[in-house]
Every structure is written in C-alpha cells, then in structure tokens.
C-alpha cells in the first residue's frame, strides 16, 4: 500500500519483483507526487513508517531482527537490532514515536542512536512530543516519562480511549461506573499539570463513549456515542470545559468514525 509523508511532499510504497529469490525480492520505492522515483532500496514487512519530520523511513531489512532508517534519497541512516529474547506478537512493523527519536515495535521503543531497546506499557499512549506516555491499568489511569520511568497515578480507576491534547497538556479518555444493572461511560478531561479530573459529559443507561479526536485549536473533543448492543449510534463534540454539548450525525455505524477540518474548528 502507499503511504504519504507527513508533508505530503513524499509517497513509499513497496515493489516486489517474483522472479527474485528470497528476500531480496521486497522493495520500497520513494516518489513525488507526480510518480518520479526518487529513491528505492530492500525493505519487508507491511507498513512503511515515515518520520514526524518526513525525513526518514523506517522498515524491516531482516524480518523482526534488524530496523533499517532510510533518509528520502535512499541513504541507511542506521541498521537497529531487535534485542534478544525478543518476540513478535502478530504481523508488526516499526513505528515512529513523537519527537522522531525511536521506533516503537508492539511495546518495545527502540532508539535510533542505537542505544539499548526499553519496553514500554502496552498499548500507551503518547503526548505530541514524545516526552510522556499515558497507559491504563486494570486500578488506574499513569503518566509516566516515555520510557517508563517516574510513572504517577492520575485516576483511581481503569480508563480507555486515552487521547492526548495538540499541546499535550490535557489528556482526554473515557470511565467507567457500573451499577448492578448497567455500566455508565463517561467523558472526562484530566489537567496533566494540575492532576485535576474533570467530567464532561456521560452516557445514559449503558451507552457506549468513545473518544475520537480533539479539535486542532484543543478546545473541543470529538466523541461517539453508541447504545449497548447497536449497530449504529451517534458523534458528538463538548467544549473541553464541559458546556456546549452538541450532537452532530446521528445514525452512523459502530465502525465509522470522524475528524477536525483543519484549522477549522468544524467536525
């Protein structure tokens, strides 16, 4: 498949050529928009990484062992090794963390100076520049720094849909509160400076929330809502302050979801 640069200057995508044996059948090629190639070299695996900076790729040259950086003109900016003991975890291929300082595969970050690999809490999410990681646990919502150290409880109960805001100062996501009958979502907003969680909004009866995306300017949040059970449900979008809560498309499917037009601030 192809994948654009973030600057949209770039398009990878990878060629296989059959009547090469092995691995050195699997290639990815570079090109402007136009379709000039404007770079190609060897590289497995599914996905094509492009850096924040749209300077560099990252893929597999070895098949889970070793991480080739490639800038765009083709150029090995550094071979990376998988730590031993290592072991994939279904069909994965290195990602750029923020801050384009390491590679993330499944939950382990590996640097792109070549320093040690570390592992990281699953399924984490990071703020837009990299320095901090956000992660549940089955008793409580933790920041930590990005790798791992200094972890601070933030919420005293299990959370989900963790959404960092543009300027990472804000952490959206959605909780819990079950009764005997049915188990409320709720919106809420925590303040990583101050450590102060505030409820935006939560569903009626045992709806569904699901955080989807804040607004470019990070005054908004982007949510759906979905009955238990149903196939289709609803977005909506709330100040980050919790007023101004409105219903935008109703009837959407539990798969579908939605964006911010940028700058706009218009879902």
Known sequence: GSIWS????????????????????WHVVISDPKGNVVAEFPGEGWDISWSPDSTRVAVWI??????????????????????????PSGDHDPMWLPGGESLLVNDVA???????????????????????VAYTTRKSLVVAEADGSNPQEVFGDFASFILWSPAGDRIAFVSFVSTPYMSNGQLRLLDVATGTVTL????????????????????????????????????????????????????????????????????
């Open 62 to 87: 070895r098949l889970f062992e070793t991480i080739g950086v490639f800038g765009v003109d083709g150029v090995r900016q550094a071979l990376l090794t998988m730590p031993p003991g290592w072991e």
């Open 110 to 132: 590996v640097p792109i100076d070549g320093s040690t690999p570390y592992k990281l809490p699953a399924d984490g999410a990071y703020s837009p520049d990299g320095s901090r």
């Open 6 to 25: 973030p600057d949209g200057r770039y398009l990878a995508y990878r060629r296989t050529n059959c009547e090469v044996p092995g691995d050195a059948r």
């Open 200 to 267: 935006l909004t939560e569903s009626e009866a045992s709806d569904y929330l699901s955080v989807i995306d804040f607004s470019p300017e990070g005054d908004r949040i982007l949510f759906s809502r979905t009955e238990d059970g149903a196939a289709y449900g609803s977005l909506w979008s709330i100040n980050a302050d919790g007023s101004d809560l409105r219903r935008l498309v109703a009837g959407i499917h539990i798969d579908a979801g939605g964006d911010w037009l940028s700058p706009s601030p218009t879902p």
